[in-house]
């Protein structure tokens, strides 16, 4: 009768307690991994939903690539941007990019099988980590590559929004002292887009360029685009700025029988920015040129030039784009 009870006792212990010590050892284990769960930084759990994965178009071969988004953005911040510059400048920049790319894929991607290309004539620049790293020079290249992971990984999740929709996030190489209404470029207007000026900006080599043409290349440039072109070079006013934007660019320019925008001039005969002065010496065309780029929203070297002086990312954003917000 005792050794029945000892059974007994034995199958009890067998049937509740044996599944009790492993039920109670996976509810550890479920509050363990509970924890670890909150303390995951935010930025791993960040979704961006319907623009987590980019298809980039490589415009020398014609291929489309899949990439995250933030994987994408380590391409552009580094082909875009000096990876010398500050690290806020970088971040400010990875934001742009992020909020361009945004934009871009949400309202009118130029490509048929692609959301964006990695052309900076036509979208944004983008350039491989293997390209990338082999264009540093060894020392610096650990260094800056995390630096540019650094600008990307930080500001994760983070675009920038105008009255709650991402913005056109335009960007330029060097103001030249003054950043570009959009309607003196391709028309059209955006009320977070407008002439701001920037101290520090001709430090940079972007600030100032030269171009000079003969006589005969200038007239050979004009007839490409206008057949009826005629210049008389004896004429005093044969080249004569009309009037100026608000950013201080050229806005209209007449070359003997013909009137051109400063935007047009740039693309004809090759200047950096639509900001210059001409001189014409012998039998040359001297056109000094200022600034570097299209002059529409945020200055690279003048965000740098901003975060030499203490602003951080957020602020330099704000600095160049108008009453936005940026959406974390
Ligand atoms: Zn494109």
Redesign the pocket.
């Known amino acids: 009768m005792k050794k029945l009870l000892i059974y007994f006792l034995c199958i009890i212990l067998l049937v509740f307690c044996i599944p009790m010590m492993f039920t109670n050892q996976f509810k550890t284990e479920e509050v363990v991994s509970n924890q670890i769960q909150e303390e995951e930084p935010i930025k791993e759990k960040f979704d961006y939903g319907a623009y987590s994965t980019i298809h980039l ?1 490589h ?1 020398g071969t014609g291929e489309v690539e899949t990439l995250d988004l933030d994987t994408y953005l380590y391409g552009v911040v580094s082909a875009e941007m000096p990876a010398s510059y500050e690290l806020e400048a970088l971040k400010a920049q990875a934001v742009v990019a992020r909020t361009y790319t945004i934009y871009k894929i949400k309202n009118d991607s ?2 048929e099988n ?1 959301d ?4 900076s004539l ?2 944004q620049a983008w350039i491989s980590k293997e390209n990338r790293l082999a264009r540093w020079e060894e020392a610096y290249r650990e260094a800056y590559w995390n630096k540019i992971e650094q600008a990307v990984d930080t500001t994760k999740g983070k675009y920038i929004t105008y009255q709650g929709e991402p913005i056109n996030a335009f960007f330029h190489s060097n103001s030249g002292g003054a950043t570009e209404s959009p309607v003196y470029v391709w028309g059209g207007d955006y009320p977070y887009l407008q002439t701001v000026t920037t101290a520090g900006e001709d430090a940079y080599t972007t600030y100032r360029s030269e171009v000079t043409l003969s006589k005969d290349e200038l007239i050979q440039k004009m007839l490409e685009k206008y057949s009826n072109f005629t210049i008389d070079f004896q004429s005093q006013d044969c080249i004569k700025i009309l009037d100026y934007t608000e950013g201080g660019r050229v806005k209209t320019l007449q070359v003997g029988n013909t009137q051109i925008s400063g935007v047009e001039a740039r693309s004809i005969f090759g200047l950096k920015s639509a900001k210059f002065q001409w001189e014409i010496i012998g039998d040359s065309i001297h056109f000094s040129v200022i600034g570097y780029g299209h002059g529409v929203g945020l200055s690279q070297s003048g965000s740098d030039a901003l975060a030499k002086t203490g602003k951080t990312y957020d602020e330099i954003i704000k600095y160049y784009y108008k009453d936005v917000e940026i959406h974390e």
């Open positions: 178009l415009t130029k490509h692609a964006i290309c990695d052309s036509c979208c």
